[in-house]
């Protein structure tokens, strides 16, 4: 198209004086904008520029010195503020070692609860593995008993309502209102289904 300028590739100038005519060129226009920045936008600008050749061309909407001390100040401060960060990244990292420590820790005694991994114990820990299963053990028979007494009771009850000495008026577990419905449906089972129970009563109380 006639007119379009050609854009020029952002690469360093070979050319030493076409270097320097164009760097400034652009230094003054770089400088001109900082400057029309600062007093549209009321923003406080510093700018320093250092040729190739070392000199140096600087720019400041109030006075150099100012932009540098204010951009110390800030720079300490962002570095206050991003200590805490860096503080909880460490903290963690360590709490996550130690619940991956934790979680080992506990998957291996649980093996060991089961019987393996047993080699690297001394006799002392096998010891005190034995106890904690026998405390285990004693606590899940002593659950086991009271179900047990439980389920008889109910036994006990359903028998009573079959022989019609009494109704049953508080709530059972739903395999014995079954049980229950399908002997008042069909009253022939009656007699077999109270035989059956009060065997596993007779068994229960034996034990």
Same mark, same amino acid.
């Given at each position: 198209?006639?007119?379009?300028?050609?854009?020029?590739?952002?690469? %360093?100038?070979?050319?030493?004086?076409?270097? *320097?005519?164009?760097?400034?060129?652009?230094?003054?226009? @770089?400088? =001109?904008?900082? +400057?029309?920045?600062?007093?549209?936008?009321?923003?406080?600008?510093?700018?320093?520029?250092?040729?190739a050749t070392g000199k140096?061309?600087?720019?400041?909407?109030?006075?150099?010195?100012?932009?540098?001390?204010?951009?110390?100040?800030?720079?300490?401060?962002?570095?206050?503020?991003?200590?805490?960060?860096?503080?909880?990244?460490?903290?963690?990292?360590?709490?996550?070692?130690?619940?991956?420590?934790?979680?080992?820790?506990?998957?291996?005694?649980? %093996?060991?609860?089961?019987?393996?991994?047993? *080699?690297?114990?001394?006799?002392?820990?096998?010891?005190? @593995?034995? =106890?904690?299963? +026998?405390s285990g053990l004693g606590?899940?028979?002593?659950?086991?008993?009271?179900?047990?007494?439980?389920?008889?009771?109910?036994?006990?009850?359903?028998?009573?309502?079959?022989?019609?000495?009494?109704?049953?008026?508080?709530?059972?577990?739903?395999?014995?209102?079954?049980?229950?419905?399908?002997?008042?449906?069909?009253?022939?089972?009656?007699?077999?289904?109270?035989?059956?129970?009060?065997?596993?009563v007779i068994q229960h109380?034996?034990?």
């Amino acid at each position: 198209m006639a007119g379009k300028r050609e854009r020029i590739a952002i690469r %360093r100038i070979d050319n030493l004086a076409a270097r *320097q005519v164009t760097f400034s060129k652009r230094r003054r226009g @770089l400088f =001109k904008k900082a +400057e029309e920045l600062s007093i549209l936008c009321d923003a406080e600008v510093g700018l320093v520029v250092f040729s190739a050749t070392g000199k140096l061309f600087h720019l400041a909407s109030s006075s150099m010195k100012q932009v540098i001390d204010r951009y110390d100040s800030h720079s300490k401060n962002l570095q206050k503020s991003e200590a805490p960060s860096q503080l909880q990244s460490h903290i963690d990292d360590g709490t996550c070692a130690r619940l991956k420590e934790e979680l080992a820790e506990t998957s291996l005694k649980l %093996r060991q609860m089961r019987g393996e991994e047993l *080699q690297r114990l001394s006799v002392q820990q096998l010891q005190e @593995l034995e =106890k904690t299963l +026998e405390s285990g053990l004693g606590s899940v028979l002593k659950t086991k008993a009271t179900i047990l007494q439980l389920e008889v009771m109910e036994i006990r009850k359903f028998d009573m309502f079959v022989c019609g000495a009494v109704p049953i008026t508080c709530p059972l577990p739903s395999e014995l209102r079954s049980r229950i419905a399908g002997l008042v449906t069909n009253a022939s089972h009656q007699n077999k289904a109270f035989e059956c129970s009060r065997a596993f009563v007779i068994q229960h109380d034996h034990r």
